[in-house]
């Protein structure tokens, strides 16, 4: 069965694996990384969440959702640092992947084969449609990625892009509705709306 706890129950194998979700802004990523690392609280199973330090839009520490779920993590400025705290844990958690350097997949395939079940979550795609940071990478090592979408602001369709409203062709901005709207295909292409 997928993302479920019992794989480390009673299993003799010395590996973990990689999960990733991925999809636009406002697709549910936090909130499904949270559902599957509270599962494994509930499995009594050691969990380490991280987060990327210079995300600072909620909470210092705190993962939070777009619906004010939220869970506590270690913000952490280099992937490195992931797998000198993550390395004694069973299940290890990562949001915002996008936000973190390239050495990343390497680090997950580490914790992963040392044993641990490692949860990703990331934007696959900047405000440009382009693979944003190490997702993609990520998504290539993986066991089991699942792809969620949000709703187009635009059109109601699964919503798969994040749109950046807001002014600035940096790749990095962070940002919330006032920034950016999740649209399907078809709206985020059609410019000049
Ligand atoms: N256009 C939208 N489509 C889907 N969910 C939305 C939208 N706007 C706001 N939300 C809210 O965002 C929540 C998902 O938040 P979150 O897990 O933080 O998403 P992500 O991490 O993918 O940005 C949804 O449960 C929903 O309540
Ligand atoms: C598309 C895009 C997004 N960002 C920033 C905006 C937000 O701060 C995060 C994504 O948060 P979420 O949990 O997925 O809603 O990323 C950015 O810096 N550059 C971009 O192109
Ligand atoms: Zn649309």
Request: with cysteine; aromatic share 8%.
């Amino acid at each position: 069965m997928l993302f479920s706890e019992d794989r480390f129950v009673g299993r003799d194998t010395p590996y973990g694996s990689i999960e990733v979700i991925c999809g636009s802004m406002f697709s549910g990523k936090t909130e499904e990384l949270i559902r599957r690392m509270r599962r494994a609280q509930l499995a009594r199973l050691t969990v380490e969440i991280f987060k990327p330090a210079m995300d600072t839009r909620y909470h210092h520490t705190n993962i939070t959702s777009h619906d004010s779920n939220s869970i506590s993590s270690t913000p952490v400025d280099h992937s490195s640092t992931i797998l000198q705290l993550g390395s004694a844990a069973n299940v290890v958690g990562i949001d915002e992947a996008q936000f973190f350097d390239n050495e990343l997949p390497n680090v997950c395939n580490r914790l992963a084969n040392g044993g641990i079940r490692v949860i990703v979550a990331g934007l696959d795609m900047d405000f440009m449609g382009l693979p944003f940071g190490p997702v993609p990478a990520l998504m290539s090592i993986a066991e089991h990625v699942t792809k969620m979408h949000a709703v187009c602001i635009r059109c109601g369709a699964p919503a798969n892009y994040s749109y950046r409203v807001a002014k600035g062709e940096q790749k990095l901005l962070l940002g919330e509705k006032d920034h950016y709207e999740p649209r399907c295909r078809a709206c985020f292409y059609r410019t000049g709306e």
